[in-house]
C-alpha cells in the first residue's frame, strides 16, 4: 500500500512517514506540505491513499481534495487533522472523502489506512458522534420528488443513521443479499459512490 502523505508541519510529516513504514505494508513514495503539492505529487506517484492534513497555507487540504477527485473520482484520501470542525467535516463529507480521523487518536492511523485501502470509509469516534447534529434537524423527511420506491428509502433512512448491513437486513426482516441488492440500486439511482455519500445525500436533500 503507497501512501502519500501531506502535512504542512514537516516534523509531523515526518513521524507519519516513520510509523507507518514501520509496517511490513505500508510504502510513503514521498511528503508533501501544502495543498498545491498535494496534487503534484499525487498526479506523480498516484497513491493508493492520500493521507492529508486540512489547514495548511494557501490552499487547504478540502480545496487540494476537491482538485484531485475532479481528474481522479476513485482516489482514497483521508483526512488526519487536528480539528473536529463542523465545517470541516460537513465539506470532506460531500466531496466524498473516505475518511477523516483527528492527530489526536493516533493508535487509529494505521487500521484506518487499512480499512481505507481495503474500501471502506472511517471516520473517528468524535467526528462520527458530531455528524447527526451537523447534518440533521427536526423538519420532516421530503421522498416525494426521489426516484426510489418505499423500501429503498427506508433503507437510505437506516444508512444515514449509522446502521450496517446487517442491523438493517434484521430491522426490515430482509437479508443481507437483499439489503446490498437495494443499496447497490439506491446508489445507482442516486449517482452517488458510497453509503457515505448517500448519508450525507439523506440530511441535505430529504432531510435537510
Given at each position: 500500500m503507497?501512501v502519500?502523505?501531506?502535512?504542512?508541519?514537516?516534523?509531523?510529516?515526518?513521524?507519519?512517514k516513520t510509523?507507518?513504514e514501520?509496517?511490513?505494508?505500508?510504502?510513503?513514495?514521498a511528503?508533501g506540505g501544502s495543498?498545491?503539492?498535494?496534487i503534484?505529487?499525487y498526479?506523480e506517484?498516484?497513491p493508493?491513499?492520500?493521507l492529508?492534513?486540512?489547514?495548511?497555507e494557501?490552499m487547504?487540504g478540502?480545496?487540494a481534495?476537491?482538485?484531485?477527485?475532479d481528474?481522479?473520482p476513485?482516489a482514497k484520501?483521508?483526512?488526519?487533522?487536528?480539528?473536529?470542525?463542523?465545517?470541516y467535516?460537513?465539506?470532506?463529507?460531500?466531496?466524498?472523502?473516505?475518511g477523516?480521523?483527528?492527530?489526536?487518536?493516533?493508535?487509529?492511523?494505521?487500521?484506518?489506512?487499512?480499512?481505507v485501502y481495503?474500501?471502506q470509509n472511517v471516520?473517528?469516534s468524535?467526528?462520527?458522534k458530531?455528524?447527526p447534529?451537523?447534518l440533521?434537524?427536526?423538519k420532516e423527511?421530503?421522498?416525494?420528488?426521489?426516484?426510489?420506491?418505499?423500501k429503498e428509502?427506508?433503507i437510505?433512512?437506516l444508512?444515514a443513521k449509522?446502521?450496517?448491513?446487517?442491523?438493517?437486513?434484521?430491522a426490515l426482516?430482509?437479508s443481507?443479499g437483499t439489503v446490498?441488492?437495494?443499496?447497490s440500486t439506491?446508489l445507482?439511482?442516486?449517482?452517488l459512490?458510497d453509503?457515505?455519500?448517500?448519508?450525507?445525500f439523506y440530511y441535505t436533500?430529504?432531510h435537510?
Amino acid at each position: 500500500m503507497n501512501v502519500l502523505i501531506v502535512d504542512d508541519d514537516r516534523l509531523v510529516g515526518i513521524s507519519l512517514k516513520t510509523i507507518l513504514e514501520a509496517e511490513p505494508d505500508i510504502s510513503v513514495p514521498a511528503l508533501g506540505g501544502s495543498g498545491i503539492q498535494a496534487i503534484a505529487l499525487y498526479k506523480e506517484h498516484r497513491p493508493d491513499i492520500l493521507l492529508m492534513d486540512i489547514r495548511m497555507e494557501g490552499m487547504n487540504g478540502l480545496d487540494a481534495a476537491t482538485k484531485i477527485l475532479d481528474f481522479d473520482p476513485l482516489a482514497k484520501i483521508l483526512f488526519l487533522t487536528t480539528f473536529a470542525d463542523d465545517e470541516y467535516i460537513i465539506r470532506a463529507l460531500r466531496l466524498g472523502a473516505k475518511g477523516y480521523i483527528l492527530k489526536q487518536d493516533f493508535e487509529s492511523i494505521v487500521p484506518a489506512l487499512h480499512a481505507v485501502y481495503g474500501g471502506q470509509n472511517v471516520f473517528g469516534s468524535e467526528v462520527v458522534k458530531k455528524i447527526p447534529d451537523i447534518l440533521s434537524s427536526p423538519k420532516e423527511p421530503d421522498t416525494e420528488t426521489l426516484p426510489l420506491n418505499e423500501k429503498e428509502v427506508e433503507i437510505m433512512t437506516l444508512v444515514a443513521k449509522g446502521l450496517n448491513n446487517k442491523e438493517i437486513a434484521a430491522a426490515l426482516f430482509l437479508s443481507e443479499g437483499t439489503v446490498r441488492n437495494y443499496l447497490s440500486t439506491t446508489l445507482e439511482k442516486l449517482d452517488l459512490r458510497d453509503r457515505t455519500q448517500l448519508a450525507v445525500f439523506y440530511y441535505t436533500h430529504v432531510h435537510p
